[in-house]
């Protein structure tokens, strides 16, 4: 059974790992030649925002890419979950929005690459709520570390008939 998710698990994995590049071939390609054919678009800018789009493609490639055993072809390990929320999630989210950036920098020039903004603001939104979580665990230690100091020492009975 546990070999059966891993599987399943490994094709998934192998399948949006080649969608992913795939379409970022596909992407890249059409901006670089639409640059040097039709019109002309800042390659520094490209550039630049098409970095973290790299280094995401990269380590959810490097982590995500199952591994097979070079003799037997048994599978090693499955990778981890690229459906997973979180971290991964954002990945997938930083590099569709930079296809999106490029395709509106084709359709309407350099202004497109202001969609890319949308990257930073929503790692600062998500960023704001895990302040937030924080605050709040913070508080709730502060107020349990309060209920325990007020309540009366418990002590034996001589103690207590003493007192």
């Known amino acids: 059974m546990a070999q059966k998710a891993k599987k399943d698990r490994a094709k998934s994995n192998t399948a949006a790992l080649n969608n992913l590049h795939i379409g970022?071939?596909?992407?890249?390609?059409?901006?670089?030649?639409?640059?040097?054919?039709?019109?002309s678009?800042?390659?520094?800018?490209y550039g630049l925002l098409s970095v973290p789009s790299f280094v995401c493609e990269y380590v959810l490639e490097s982590s995500g890419r199952p591994k097979y055993d070079a003799t037997t072809k048994a599978l090693k390990s499955s990778g981890e979950d690229l459906a997973a929320?979180?971290?991964?999630?954002?990945?997938?989210?930083?590099?569709?929005?930079?296809w999106a950036s490029i395709i509106s920098v084709m359709l309407?020039?350099?202004?497109?690459?202001?969609?890319?903004?949308v990257v930073?603001?929503?790692?600062?939104?998500?960023?704001s709520g895990l302040l937030g979580m924080g605050r709040q665990l913070a508080g709730m230690q502060g107020a349990t570390q309060a209920n325990t100091e007020a309540a009366p020492a418990q002590g034996n009975r001589r103690s207590r008939r003493a007192a």
């Open 120 to 127: 930073p603001g929503y790692g600062l939104y998500l960023g």
């Open 85 to 98: 929320a979180g971290l991964t999630e954002y990945m997938f989210d930083v590099i569709w929005i930079t």
């Open 24 to 39: 970022s071939l596909t992407v890249h390609a059409l901006f670089l030649a639409f640059h040097f054919l039709l019109r």
């Open 41 to 45: 678009r800042s390659l520094l800018a």
């Open 108 to 117: 309407f020039g350099n202004w497109g690459w202001l969609l890319w903004a």
